[in-house]
């Protein structure tokens, strides 16, 4: 059975000058545990989607299914990372980690245990009492990804978590990433730019049409795991590549001639 | 002996942006005031004006010490802080939720607002016959007039304070699993508070401006009545002694709030 199903979702927004489409249909089936890449132009309405599948946003159109059921708004089966690390700066590291685990039944104990375990596994050993303000930006990711992970959601989304981070910060974040995945199987949705952090990442990479929001391609990306980041070098990841960055000039020179006329 | 490395330092005090010592920012502090200070005693001091339009520093001096040593100043203190500490924390107990309310919920927002907007251009001292009818000549009508003063500045700005918050840390809230009211409370109280203490800070500062215009009518004590009764006699001097020792409160009052909020948010300063 299929995880998570998006079911003909679409989205329009009232304009000022009309109503715009930022999805106009997408149908994805996503298997249990699979990593999900979601890249494609801006304004081509992934992080819309994101947020639809968060609950965040109502869909104008269709609907989203976790196991079957479909979702009402927000809830603690999915786990999400914005761009903005969104730490809540007035509590610690562990602090942080910690009130995501506030609505659970856990015990005291279990739940010590789980914070510390989630600290090790995101490599924040020894920063428990640190305060984000004190943490680089790398380090402010990792909190936010535990904090996501630590009260074991079956869908982890995340929004170009990695976006605002230096390049050489970004790839051993993306190697951290894969690590921890492999270690607390989830199912992942991770919007990007970055096509080289999407094929890296994935089991498999959307491509989204831009503006009206469809799917332009749906890629497996068989490469084997575990990776280390010698494989962005290897010929099967660099004709991926040229595939997907094909698709995409494809679409920005779509919307370059929409914008001409 | 000129520096022989080919980049020197660029000197000056007036870089844009540049950091200056500490002891130089403080002591320009004090220079500007002293030097005020010295011209104010050379032009009593020579006679350049008359003492009516502009009594000497030694006379502002004595009439403060004249009011301290009758035990008049701290009566008259102590009044007007009672009010402002009323006025200002009555206009708070309902600022904070009512702006916090305002800055997250749109229809809220935009029941409040248009009005609030109008209040706040709205004369404070036209008000001061109404308020005398309606909450008589004791201490609840300064009360009200510093009420009326605050209220509505600060629940617009607390408002402002709160829309500041990074959205996704609501969001965050939210996935978490967290109802509206856990969110406003625990995230969104919280994440605003610095914000909101420098709104506190401003906005008592305000409180104190409104003092002379709430004692204006039927108060027999208090810093600004004392300010009214001096002009009565054209005692010049216990007018300025007045208005500089409000100053000095506002500013004490000001460096309290300051403190008080670098220790209750250590994280707010925290940065690397």
Known sequence: ?261 | MPDASPRRPRRGLLRLREEIPGWLFSAAGFVVPALLLLAWWLVTELGLVRPLFLPSPGEVAAAGWQQWSDGTLAQDASVSIYRIVVGWAAATAIAVPVGILMGNFRLIEGALEPLISTVRYMPVVALIPLSILWAGIGDGQKILILFLGTFFQQVLMIMDNVKTIDRNLIRAGQTLGFSNAEILRRIILPAALPGIWDTFRITIGWTWTYLVVAELVAANAGLGRRIMDAQRYLATDTILFGTLFIGLLGLLTDYIFKKTGQRLFRWAQLGR
């Open chain 1, 1 to 261: 059975m299929h995880k998570l199903v998006i079911d003909g979702v679409g989205k329009t927004y009232p304009g000022t000058a009309g109503p715009v489409t930022a999805i106009e249909r997408i149908d994805l089936t996503i298997p249990e545990n699979q990593f999900v890449s979601i890249v494609g132009t801006s304004g081509c309405g992934k992080s819309t989607l994101l947020n639809i599948v968060g609950g965040l946003e109502d869909p104008s159109r269709g609907e989203v299914r976790i196991d079957g059921t479909p979702i009402r708004g927000p809830g603690r089966d999915r786990g999400f990372v914005f761009q903005s690390y969104s730490l809540f700066e007035w509590m610690t590291v562990a602090g942080n980690i910690r009130f995501a685990l506030e609505k659970s039944a856990l015990g005291r104990a279990e739940k010590t245990e789980l914070v510390a375990h989630f600290i090790q596994a995101v490599g924040l050993g020894g920063f428990e009492d640190a305060y984000p303000r004190q943490l680089s930006g790398g380090m402010r990711q990792r909190v936010a990804i535990a904090r996501a992970l630590v009260y074991k959601p079956a869908i982890l989304l995340m929004d170009e978590p990695f976006g605002a981070l230096d390049a050489q910060t970004r790839g051993m974040m993306q190697e951290l990433l894969l690590k921890v995945w492999e270690d607390h199987k989830v199912t992942v949705l991770f919007v990007t730019h970055d096509v080289e952090e999407a094929i890296f990442l994935a089991d498999r990479v959307i491509v989204l049409a831009s503006r009206p929001g469809l799917l332009k391609n749906d890629l497996t990306i068989d490469l084997g795991r575990p990776r280390s980041f010698e494989i962005v070098t290897e010929s099967a990841f660099v004709a991926l590549k040229r595939e997907i960055l094909a698709n995409i000039r494809e679409e920005t020179l779509k919307v370059m001639a929409a914008e001409r006329v």
